[in-house]
Nanobody
């Protein structure tokens, strides 16, 4: 059974940086498109970023492009999200997700999702 476990969230001041990690267990991460979604209180889930199976192609939401970088280490079965120049509006629970087909890449669905990690950006 596939499981996703996120880590790395926390409290940071505006302009700061955080690095999120997500470890996939149960299957090789090279089998999956992986990515990140986020959800703020009272708001709908929002796509953040995705990376393809072998890690050589990425997709970003316009709101985070040029500030966030997604990467993948298939040896460690881990996907990362480096978040720079953080803004208060980036505050949300960040979820790692995986799909075998296009759901995560398109930012619309996923086969598996982690429990989430809280990111809070203070002004």
């Amino acid at each position: 059974q596939v499981q996703l476990v996120e880590s790395g969230g926390g409290l940071v001041q505006a302009g700061g940086s955080l690095r999120l990690s997500c470890v996939l267990s149960g299957r090789p991460s090279s089998s999956y498109i992986m990515g990140w979604f986020r959800q703020a209180p009272g708001k709908e889930r929002e796509f953040v970023a995705a990376i393809n199976q072998n890690g050589d192609n990425t997709n970003y939401a316009d709101s985070v492009r040029a500030r966030f970088t997604i990467s993948k280490d298939n040896v460690k079965n881990t996907v990362f999200l480096q978040m720079n120049s953080l803004k208060p509006e980036d505050t949300a629970v960040y979820y790692c997700a995986a799909s075998q087909y296009g759901g995560v890449w398109l930012g619309v669905d996923y086969d598996y999702r982690g429990q989430g990690t809280q990111v809070t950006v203070s002004s």
